[in-house]
């Protein structure tokens, strides 16, 4: 790693896709509902930045039902696992190196 | 060193997201606290059974420990309400506070807390059942204290990490009963009551003092 800048994610620039992405980590899967109080945002922006994660296949969606109402839960795949670990270590260095 | 905060600012969330999504934070020190008094008071109403039992001249502890007595049902039944008492009131506290901080008490990681402390103190009170069946009551105060120490330190992953504190202090009563049977009613009393209030006390000052 010559230059660590170079390994940070750019799809995780967001903090509301790193939030998404560090609750999906620890939980196997996580609900819309569930996440937009997590993180704090409007259902139109979540819904967004979950698109992002999903067309760069970090996450996948399964859409299901609770009674009536639809429930959709979101869940990490191996990819964005790797993304996001990559992504880790990327700062990780950074911070080392600015020390 | 402005871009090191940053990135450091970075790596704090990531933390917190993790923690907040993954444990049940709205539990509330006002529910240690509540759920502690419902543990005196019923220690109170046990204690003075206790009095007048020994004031008509009746062997107290005997009577306690010896199934099918009518001192020992009256014990499970003050010990049964008592146990729901603090879990209503332990709820209501609880769901306030949720309703505060905007979070729903019926998420995920509550179901998750609810279901790792269950399963011990589901054990521990079939264990209890037994021990009562067979005439062993004098083992039920610490069978309570060791199983409910057991379900706070299952839990303590998935909720507040501090509680794993209160569970052990549990676990110790526990202990320290099986060596001095017979003083059940004092052990339950500091056990369910005083820890509780304490570790609530505590709890509350931490995170909700405003």
């Known amino acids: 790693m010559n230059n660590p800048i170079e390994h940070l994610n750019k799809i995780f620039d967001s903090r509301i896709r790193l939030g998404i992405m560090s609750a999906l980590l620890v939980n196997e899967d996580v609900n819309f509902n569930d996440l937009k109080e997590l993180i ?40 964005g696992e790797k993304a996001f670990k990559a992504h880790l270590e990327a700062l990780e260095q950074m911070i080392k190196k600015l020390q | 060193m402005d871009e090191k905060n940053v990135h450091l600012d970075t790596l704090q969330d990531i933390k917190q997201m993790m923690e907040k999504s993954s444990r049940f934070i ?15 008071g019923g220690a109170f109403f046990i204690f003075r059974m206790m009095v ?8 107290y502890r005997q009577l306690a420990f010896e199934t099918g007595s009518e001192v020992q049902q009256s014990l499970l039944l003050i010990g049964g309400l008592t146990f729901i008492a603090a879990l209503l009131v332990a709820f209501v506290f609880t769901y306030l506070r949720s309703n ?55 839990g303590s992953k998935y909720t507040l990490s501090e509680i ?30 005083v820890l509780h209030i304490i570790y609530g006390a505590m709890m509350w000052w931490k995170y909700e003092k405003q």
Not at chain 2, 27 to 40: E, F, K, M, R
Not at chain 2, 52 to 59: K, L, T, V, Y
Not at chain 2, 169 to 193: C, K, P, Q, T, V
């Open chain 1, 40 to 79: 704090q945002v409007t259902d139109g922006n979540l819904a967004s930045h979950l698109k992002t994660l999903e067309d760069n296949q970090y996450i996948k969606v399964k859409k299901g039902f609770v009674g009536r109402k639809t429930n959709t839960t979101y869940s990490v795949t191996k990819a």
């Open chain 2, 26 to 40: 709205s539990l509330s020190g006002l529910s240690g606290i509540g759920a502690g008094i419902c543990a005196l």
């Open chain 2, 52 to 59: 007048s039992e020994r004031a008509r001249g009746a062997d």
């Open chain 2, 100 to 154: 505060n901080t905007g979070t729903t008490i019926w998420s995920k990681s509550a179901r998750r807390l609810l279901w790792n402390t269950m399963i011990p103190l589901l054990v521990g009170g079939i264990v209890s059942i037994r021990f009562i069946q067979w005439g062993y009551g004098g083992l039920v105060a610490p069978t309570c204290l060791l199983f409910y120490g057991l379900a706070l330190i299952n």
């Open chain 2, 164 to 193: 794993r504190w209160l569970g052990f202090s549990e676990l110790l009563l526990g202990i320290a009963n099986l060596w001095l049977i017979g003083y059940g009613l004092m052990f339950w009393a500091f056990g369910f009551g």
